[in-house]
């Protein structure tokens, strides 16, 4: 048997819906961008986990993850370049 193999699941809620008990406070465009950037945060987190071999996005929304994605590896390649930036 060969070594084992970790991917996390990440859930992503209709983002549209997302964050509804800040209702009261915050606009439904203001809880999809803070729904986003924590989906986002996530996935920069999981992404530079080294010990994952991938990230599986579920839900039950078509393009919930096209965007955190897209923002989420723009983050990535410049904590990549940055750091790159630092080691020489």
Known sequence: MGPAVTWAILPVKDLVRAKSRL???LAPHERRALAQAMVED???ALT?????Q???MVSD???AGEEPMKTAMAKLAALAE???AVQQ
């Open 23 to 25: 209702a009261g406070v």
């Open 54 to 56: 991938g990230v599986l």
């Open 61 to 63: 929304e078509e393009d």
């Open 42 to 44: 996530v996935l920069v």
């Open 82 to 84: 940055a750091e790159a």
């Open 48 to 52: 530079g986990c080294g010990e994952l």
